[in-house]
């Protein structure tokens, strides 16, 4: 069975959500240990967003965005048990991938953690996503673009 990782590198419909992974570090992470459970987003999801929000998304790629690109990426990977890390709200899964340390589960919508126009609304708890302890925006998964 495959790791994370190699799936997602292996699998044409990530290439938006590998380029977050890549600019923000996170990529080789998930060849470690897990589990993981990783909302991917796929590129369909991405080209659905509207043009703001892509504007906004490019703009995270700046050094100075990056801090908000990992809060970003950290919204789609969950670390912990697959099954007790299952977001109760979130976007439909189109497709999942069962790796060696976890699981991929695609989604057509991407959760973004910001209400426009600027970040606010954060909630203490929540997740520590590959092991870097976050506040995980509560808003995020309900203010789905779609």
């Given at each position: 069975?495959?790791?994370?990782?190699?799936?997602?590198?292996?699998t044409p419909r990530f290439g938006t959500f590998l380029r977050v992974l890549v600019a923000t570090h996170?990529?080789?992470?998930?060849?470690?240990?897990g589990p993981y459970l990783v909302l991917a987003p796929s590129d369909a999801a991405f080209a659905k967003l509207s043009l703001?929000?892509?504007?906004e998304l490019e703009r995270l790629f700046?050094?100075?965005?990056?801090e908000k690109?990992?809060?970003?990426?950290?919204?789609?990977?969950?670390q912990g048990p697959t099954?007790?890390?299952?977001p109760r709200l979130g976007p439909p899964v189109?497709?999942?991938?069962?790796?060696?340390?976890?699981?991929?589960q695609v989604v057509e919508r991407v959760v973004w953690?910001?209400?426009?126009p600027e970040v606010h609304g954060w909630a203490k708890g929540g997740t520590a996503a590959l092991g870097r302890p976050r506040e995980l925006l509560v808003t995020g998964l309900r203010n789905l673009q779609g």
């Open positions: 069975m495959r790791d994370i990782l190699s799936v997602l590198v292996s996170l990529l080789e992470d998930l060849r470690g240990a703001e929000r892509r504007a700046q050094r100075e965005g990056i690109l990992i809060d970003f990426a950290e919204m789609h990977v969950l099954e007790a890390r299952r189109a497709a999942r991938y069962l790796c060696s340390n976890g699981e991929i953690p910001w209400p426009e």
